[in-house]
């Protein structure tokens, strides 16, 4: 598992998890009894049993350990990967696949983010930032309407006066 990997799948746990985690070993499978009795030994509790396994579970789901042979846990080693470069081309005119489309440039930047965070966890930020962006935009389009509502009164006002 990448760095960023494992960072990613980190930050989505729970603390107590997080302390679990730090008590499965990387060179050897343990079982729940001796990831009990480590976390009796360092933080001087003891966890609830269901609990543990449910730490256990959700770590195992995240990829952060592994289950080797029954009840066995192993934590996952992390390795640093050469990340291949890839080159990222912005079309400034989107061309007539996404002009066929009938959405507005809200409904775009979602699929585009909606996109962007199905890719490696690197790409989190970059769908954040568009869904920051969409946001913007939509709160200058409210502010517009209501600004051309204004406009709408003032001149069936001056309308009215003449």
């Given at each position: 598992m990448t760095p960023a990997k494992y960072q990613a799948a980190l930050s989505a746990q729970t603390g107590i998890a997080r302390k679990v985690l730090d008590m499965v070993p990387i060179q050897d499978a343990w079982t729940r009894a001796e990831i009990a009795g480590a976390m009796k030994r360092v933080t001087?509790?003891?966890?609830?049993?269901?609990?543990?396994?449910?730490?256990?579970?959700?770590?195992?789901?995240?990829g952060l350990i592994r289950e080797r042979g029954a009840g066995q846990y192993q934590r996952?080693?992390?390795r640093e990967k050469e990340v291949p470069i890839v080159s990222t081309v912005i079309v400034a005119n989107p061309g007539p696949k996404l002009a066929e489309q009938s959405a507005s440039p809200i409904d775009v930047l979602a699929r585009l983010a909606e996109r962007a965070r199905s890719m490696a966890t690197q790409i989190v930020v970059l769908a954040s930032d568009i869904e920051?962006?969409?946001?913007?935009?939509?709160?200058?389009?409210?502010?517009?309407?209501a600004?051309?509502?204004?406009?709408?009164?003032?001149?069936d006002l001056l309308k009215g006066i003449a």
């Open positions: 001087k509790s003891t966890p609830d049993v269901a609990v543990l396994e449910g730490c256990l579970a959700r770590l195992k789901d995240a996952v080693e992390v920051t962006a969409a946001l913007t935009i939509e709160q200058g389009n409210a502010e517009s309407a600004e051309a509502a204004k406009l709408r009164q003032l001149k």
